[in-house]
């Protein structure tokens, strides 16, 4: 079964500072990867996804995030974060086309951002 | 882009009623609709698969009966908590898939809906 790890729960950063939010998943094939982000309040935008080719993606508000097989990770990140980047943000992995879990995706445990002016 | 709505965005209701939460597609259709729920300070679980025209499929550990799901046309799913009681207080999401390509990356969601049970 699929599942993602979301190591901290909550980060707190100065404006201006970079930031790298960590994601491990554990998939059987090569995963659909996704990093949302949540107002309070909020439904769902998405920041970016992977599916395959390069494993540098880059996203909506200026964050990227990085596939690394080898350690089945897809950290999200931004190299200056704006006050009104505070949130929770969430990996997500999802099915390959095709298969009966395909559509389905499973969450990490969210990283709530603090930003401090 | 595509839009998903889901309404009431927040509702309150006593204990033993029942709460009917909207999810449509706006400018697409999709065959396929997905429930989410967000405990407090959790993350989001997959509850069911919505599919249009046939019984929706629900994930281990969901009760059938008390979270009706209902996808009678390509852009609406309902959601129905039967019976509403405190712990079924929560924040529900649904997600869609476009009908053409139907791959994981079209899929949508909808704001949410807060739903609290007094």
């Known amino acids: 079964a699929q599942s993602v790890t979301q190591p901290d729960i909550h980060i707190t950063v100065s404006e201006g500072a970079s930031l790298e939010l960590r994601c491990n998943y554990s998939?059987?094939?090569?995963?659909?990867l996704f990093w949302y982000v949540q107002s309070p309040g909020q439904g769902l935008q998405l920041l970016l996804k992977?599916?395959?080719?390069?494993?540098l993606v880059q996203g909506i508000k200026g964050f990227e995030a990085e596939f690394k097989r080898s350690q089945s990770s897809f950290n999200l990140r931004k190299p200056s974060v704006h006050w009104s980047d505070a949130a929770e943000y969430f990996c997500?992995?999802?099915?390959?086309?095709?298969?009966?879990?395909?559509?389905?995706?499973?969450f990490g445990q969210g990283t709530i951002l603090t930003v401090h002016p | 882009g595509a839009v998903v709505s889901q309404h009431p965005s927040r509702v309150i209701c006593k204990s033993g009623t029942s709460v009917k939460i909207e999810c449509r597609s706006l400018?697409?259709?999709?065959?396929?609709m997905f429930w989410y729920r967000q405990f407090p300070k959790k993350s989001l679980m997959l509850m069911a698969t919505?599919?249009?025209?046939?019984?929706?499929?629900?994930e281990q550990g969901v009760e059938k009966d008390k979270f009706l799901i209902n996808h009678a046309s390509l852009t609406l799913s309902t959601l129905t908590v039967t019976s509403a009681h405190p712990e079924d207080s929560s924040f529900y999401i649904c997600?869609?898939?476009?009908?053409?390509?139907?791959?994981?990356?079209?899929?949508?969601f909808g704001s949410g809906t807060q739903l609290s049970v007094l």
């Open positions: 997600s869609a898939n476009p009908l053409t390509g139907g791959q994981v990356e079209k899929l949508f």
């Open positions: 997500a992995v999802g099915a390959s086309a095709g298969g009966t879990s395909y559509g389905k995706l499973t």
């Open positions: 998939y059987g094939a090569t995963p659909y």
């Open positions: 992977y599916f395959s080719g390069d494993t």
């Open positions: 919505s599919n249009e025209g046939s019984k929706a499929t629900y």
């Open positions: 400018d697409f259709q999709a065959t396929t």
